[in-house]
């Protein structure tokens, strides 16, 4: 697929559920912790400075954004997670707004990717690994980005991505990309696999 990135805006936010579009254009996800770097990915990948909002109080974000690229597919901003109190409970951790664009959105087939993202310096936490299996129960595609690359030396960032890799997917060959918002490494590679699902 042919597109613009310079053509890129705020197209909707979704506050409820019941708000979720009906609209056949692929959709690409971003789900994290709160303050892992969502806002900031897209911000790099579309060559924005501010385009998605980035914020140092975390935890505020509960509504889902869709930012539109050149009206051909979106890249969707799902809330935060990870500052609730910590429990099993899907719902108790997650807003239940997440829950339901997975499941409740007659839309979803349209979502082609998940990109999960985790901080490369503490790798993923108890709630990343509840989404990451969330993904992976409801056969879900999604590919693992480790966000603020460039906090660690290179050999550093290399075992860490290792660790992340053989840790939490041991043996089942998922790839874990590294990527900085400030170095804007790995900014190719997340653009590789977004392509590779349009
Ligand atoms: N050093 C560094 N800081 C980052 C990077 N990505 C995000 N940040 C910072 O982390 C904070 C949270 O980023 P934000 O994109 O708002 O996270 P979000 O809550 O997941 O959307 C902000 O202060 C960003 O400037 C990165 O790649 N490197
Ligand atoms: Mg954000």
């Given amino acids: ?114 990109l999960q993202l985790i901080d490369v310096r503490t790798g993923p936490t108890e709630d990343d690994v509840l989404m990451i299996n969330f993904l992976i129960e409801r056969k879900i595609p999604f590919a693992v980005v480790a966000t603020k690359a460039d906090k660690l030396s290179k050999t550093a960032l290399a075992e860490a991505v290792r660790g992340i890799e053989d840790g939490v997917f041991g043996g089942s060959g998922i790839r874990v990309i590294p990527f900085s918002a400030i170095s804007r490494e790995g900014k190719d590679t997340v653009w590789a696999q977004i392509d590779e699902v349009l």
């Fill in 1 to 114: 697929m042919k597109y613009n990135i310079n053509n890129a805006g705020l197209s909707l936010t979704v506050g409820n559920s019941s708000q979720f579009p009906r609209d056949p254009r692929p959709q690409i996800a971003l789900s994290g912790r709160s303050n892992v770097g969502k806002s900031s990915l897209i911000n790099t990948l579309l060559g924005r400075k501010s385009l998605a909002r980035t914020s140092s109080s975390p935890g505020k974000t509960v509504t889902i954004n869709y930012y539109g690229v050149d009206r051909k597919f979106f890249l969707v901003d799902l809330p935060g997670y990870g500052y609730a109190k910590r429990s099993k409970d899907f719902k108790k951790v997650w807003s239940s707004l997440t829950e339901d664009y997975f499941l409740k959105n007659p839309s979803a087939d349209a979502v082609r990717l998940t």
